[in-house]
């Protein structure tokens, strides 16, 4: 079944609140999986909706290109704020690796390091990622999310995965010498 469309009687901030019905759930899990602050993660959603506020009348009238609309927007908020912050020379808070428990269970162990290797990708590699290994997506509609090629997610994915492991792999060596 398609999403239904803007009604052309809906004025535009109509529209936006039901685009935050609809979408703010999904856009803040999102959020809280390319960020490690839950407050960051709100930050994010929140912006997210006052630039859609703002862009009222530019926002699509469909709710899938909307939803997309949406994602782009917040995942170049997530990335401006990791280069503002790059060029302050201040660590960014989701690329310092969570400490560990001092006796972590294994599993709670891996949980954490998946989490300090997925803080480290860029932006949009970490939101293509999430998107089609933690919430699969289809590549397909990520690239309708992200306004990107198919090929490109494919990249990403590869990218992604590639840098996974050279991060991963390690960790695991270490904890069974």
Do not use: K, Y
């Amino acid at each position: 079944m398609r999403a239904p469309a803007r009604p052309a009687d809906r004025d535009d901030q109509a529209w936006v609140a039901e685009l935050f019905d609809r979408h703010h759930g999904r856009l803040h899990r999102l959020a809280a999986r390319m960020s490690r602050d839950v407050e960051e993660a709100r930050d994010l959603v929140q912006e997210t909706f006052l630039r859609a506020a703002r862009s009222a009348r530019s926002l699509p009238s469909e709710a899938g290109p909307a939803e997309g609309w949406l994602v782009r927007t917040m995942v170049n908020l997530c990335r401006d704020r990791s280069r503002r912050l790059r060029l302050r020379g201040s660590p960014l808070p989701m690329d310092e690796a969570p400490e560990p428990a001092r006796d972590p269970a294994p599993a709670l162990q891996a949980v954490w390091e998946v989490r300090a290797a997925l803080a480290t990708l860029p932006a949009r590699r970490r939101a293509v990622v999430v998107l089609h290994e933690i919430e699969d997506r289809p590549v397909a509609e990520i690239a309708l999310l992200l306004g990107i090629n198919d090929v490109t997610v494919r990249w990403h994915l590869m990218r992604a995965r590639r840098e996974l492991r050279e991060r991963l792999l390690p960790a695991r060596r270490g904890a069974t010498s």
